[in-house]
C-alpha cells in the first residue's frame, strides 16, 4: 500500500467514480459552450459561420474548378488571390475564437478550483478537487497548473484524460503533474 492509499484509507475518503467524473466534464463543458454563445454577439457569430462557410466553399474542389473555368475573361490569379484573402480572414477568426475559448476555459477551471475546489459540473455531481497531500483545496499556483495542463492535454485528443482509466485513483494527467486528487465530496 502506498502513501495515498494509506492516506485515503486513514482518513476515510473516497475516490470519485471515472463515470461521475466524465458527467462532470460533460456539464462543465455545455455550460462553458451555453456561456459562449451569450458571450458572442450574433454578429460575431454570423463571421465564424462565414468563416466556416468560406474554408468549407475554398477547399472543395468541384466549386474552385467551376470558378475558374467559367471566367475566361478574368485573370484566374485575381480569383485565386480572391481565395486565399477569404481564407486567411477566415482562419483569422477562427483562431481568434479558439483562443478566447480556451482562454475562458482556463480561467473558469482555474477560478472554480481555487476559490470552490470543483467546477460547476463537480459541485451538482458532489466532486471536488483536492491537493493529493494535505486534502484540502488546492492552492492558487497548484490551481493555475491543473486548469492550464487540463486545457493542454484535453486539447489534444483527450490524452489527458485517457490516463485516468489506468490508474489506479482515477488520476488524469493534469491531476498527476499539479498533485491533485478527484474524491467524493
Do not use: W
Not at 486548469?147 to 485516468?164: E, P, S
Not at 490508474?167 to 491533485?180: A, E, G, V
Amino acid at each position: 500500500m502506498d502513501r495515498l492509499e494509506a492516506d485515503l484509507y486513514r482518513e476515510n475518503i473516497k475516490i470519485a467514480p471515472i463515470s461521475v467524473r466524465i458527467g462532470a466534464y460533460l456539464i462543465d463543458t455545455i455550460l462553458l459552450s451555453f456561456f459562449i454563445t451569450i458571450f458572442f454577439s450574433s454578429a460575431e457569430q454570423e463571421r465564424i459561420n462565414i468563416a466556416r462557410e468560406t474554408i468549407k466553399k475554398t477547399y472543395s474542389m468541384q466549386n474552385t474548378q467551376t470558378r475558374l473555368i467559367n471566367t475566361p475573361d478574368l485573370d484566374n490569379s485575381v480569383i485565386l488571390e480572391e481565395m486565399r484573402i477569404a481564407t486567411k480572414e477566415a482562419l483569422e477568426i477562427l483562431l481568434i475564437n479558439m483562443g478566447l475559448y480556451i482562454g475562458l476555459q482556463i480561467i473558469y477551471y482555474f477560478i472554480f478550483t481555487y476559490y470552490y475546489g470543483a467546477t460547476l459540473g463537480q459541485i451538482i455531481l458532489r466532486i471536488r478537487v483536492v491537493d493529493s497531500r494535505r486534502f484540502d483545496k488546492p492552492t492558487l499556483h497548484v490551481s493555475m497548473k491543473r486548469a492550464i495542463t487540463k486545457c493542454f492535454f484535453g486539447a489534444i485528443l483527450y490524452v489527458g484524460f485517457i490516463v485516468a482509466f489506468v490508474d489506479k485513483f482515477y488520476r488524469t494527467l493534469h491531476d498527476k503533474m499539479s498533485n491533485t486528487i478527484v474524491i467524493v465530496a
